[in-house]
């Protein structure tokens, strides 16, 4: 079955070190997005890619990184430079452009700080 | 950028209806998504509107005023299980056609 998939679903991070979260869809989307979210908040995105090999930064990019070296993958770095990391992280997958082109998500990964 | 504006919490009665308004401001407006989600879910596609009017899906309805920058979901017949959050989305053309989310809306339902 097509899908995307989040791993892991927890993950304990201590302070200053880097931690990189996996995403990978076979849904043959073009386009890869990484959200986080925090309590009673909504999804702020962080990156955002629509083709292999680029990457846009979303409005909370700072103290993170991607790679997307294959239409299947896009792998999120938290770094120790973001300050406050522990949150829910939303990976997403859809086609390009205008009509219907709804976002998948996976099942999230929750990063906690220790 | 766009400005998204939901309640934060609604409390209604199993049974009933309820509508679930969103507000928002963009330049080049090309679509709205309702996504709902539980706690500690993924959030899962409702609905897309982005023509004017209403939008019926079973017991879930959406819809869509662009000049008025409004949008609501409408849930009917309503069971414990829509206890939920529920995401408003605006996809915009000057952003690259990424949808931005709202703060979403967290629903109880209560017997």
């Known amino acids: 079955d097509g899908g995307i998939t989040q791993s892991p679903k927890y993950l304990f991070r201590k302070e200053g070190q880097n931690v990189t979260l996996s995403c990978e869809q076979n849904l043959n989307h073009d386009a890869m997005y990484w959200y986080r979210q925090d309590p009673g908040q909504g999804l702020r995105l962080i990156y955002y890619s629509q083709i292999v090999n680029d990457f846009q930064k979303g409005d909370i990019a700072e103290g993170y990184s991607v790679s997307r070296e294959k239409k299947e993958s896009f792998p999120l770095t938290v770094t120790s430079a973001q300050k406050n990391p522990t949150a829910f992280y939303l990976c997403a997958s859809s086609t390009l452009g205008e009509g219907d082109t709804e976002a998948f998500f996976g099942q999230g990964t929750r990063l906690t700080v220790v | 950028g766009q400005n998204i504006d939901q309640p934060t919490e609604m409390t209604a009665t199993e049974g009933a209806i309820v509508q679930i308004n969103c507000t928002y401001q963009?330049?080049?407006?090309?679509?709205l998504f309702w996504y709902q989600q539980h706690a500690g879910e993924a959030p899962t596609f409702l609905s897309y509107n982005v023509l004017d009017g209403l939008e019926e899906k079973g017991r879930f309805s959406s819809f869509l005023s662009r000049s008025k920058g409004y949008s609501y979901l409408l849930l009917k017949e309503l069971q414990m299980k829509d206890s939920a959050s529920y995401l408003c989305a605006v996809r915009d053309r000057g952003g690259g056609y990424i949808p931005t989310f709202g703060r979403g809306t967290s629903l109880i339902v209560h017997p």
């Open positions: 963009t330049s080049g407006f090309n679509g």
